[in-house]
């Protein structure tokens, strides 16, 4: 069975640039979530989905980060625009039931000069 | 709030020497802790969980004791090898579905 994927692995932009993360959840997983690790410090929560449908996005940072799950399969996060401190480790993680195991993929690196 | 702190690294060892991270924990009701792994160029991993005051997870030679009366989960291993190399992230879930992590502890095993 495949595990969670994300794409692309690292990514280098610009500051005011646009970038868009992709993650792949096992299939079958409803629950998706997004987080990030920011500077070597903790990992933080971003946001859920229940299929297509956004759970709880209280951990967003602002509106310039907007996340969709088109048809409850896999999921992006979109930067628009993009600051230096939004640079950091995005991972993706899904899970069968919402109690359950979390499966993390390996992770973005983006990087915003 | 949920928050865990542990200790900071990098730490340094050599092959078979004995390995503790620290982590402890502030919650609210009865969480579950989790010890997560990151070995090189790879996702999260989930290394060992403990739902309950007093339960020991285990595994791949790891140990972690869920502590409700200091409120910690310090991870040991008695003989670490290269391959455990990694950064290792506390982390818990309490009354939702979010984790929440530690700043993660690099360790580096030399042989």
């Known amino acids: 069975e495949a595990g969670v994927t994300q794409f692309p692995s690292h990514s280098v932009i610009e500051k005011g640039q646009t970038v868009t993360l992709r993650c792949d959840p096992i299939?079958?997983?409803?629950?998706l979530y997004w987080y990030r690790r920011v500077m070597g410090k903790e990992i933080k929560f971003l946001l859920h989905?229940?299929?297509?449908?956004?759970?709880?996005e209280s951990g967003m940072p602002n509106n310039r980060f907007l996340a969709e799950r088109t048809g409850g399969t896999y999921s992006t996060l979109k930067v628009q625009p993009a600051e230096l401190e939004d640079s950091g480790v995005y991972f993706c993680?899904?899970?069968?039931?919402?109690?359950?195991?979390?499966?993390f993929g390996p992770g973005t690196r983006l990087t915003v000069t | 709030g949920n928050s865990v702190t542990q200790m900071e690294g990098p730490v340094t060892l050599s092959e078979e020497a004995f390995l503790t991270i620290n982590c402890t924990y502030t919650a609210t009701g009865y969480p579950s802790l989790f010890w997560y792994v990151q070995y090189p160029g790879e996702g999260l991993q989930l290394l060992l969980k403990?739902?309950?005051?007093?339960d020991k997870g285990s595994n791949k030679g790891f140990e972690a004791t869920y502590r409700k009366e200091t409120t910690s989960f310090h991870l040991e291993k008695g003989s670490v090898q290269v391959s455990d190399s990694a950064v290792y992230f506390c982390a818990l879930i309490a009354n939702d579905y979010k984790l929440s992590f530690g700043a993660g502890t690099t360790v580096t095993v030399r042989a």
């Open positions: 299939s079958g997983h409803d629950n």
């Open positions: 993680a899904s899970s069968p039931v919402w109690e359950g195991e979390q499966y």
């Open positions: 989905f229940v299929k297509e449908s956004k759970q709880d």
């Open positions: 403990a739902t309950k005051a007093d």
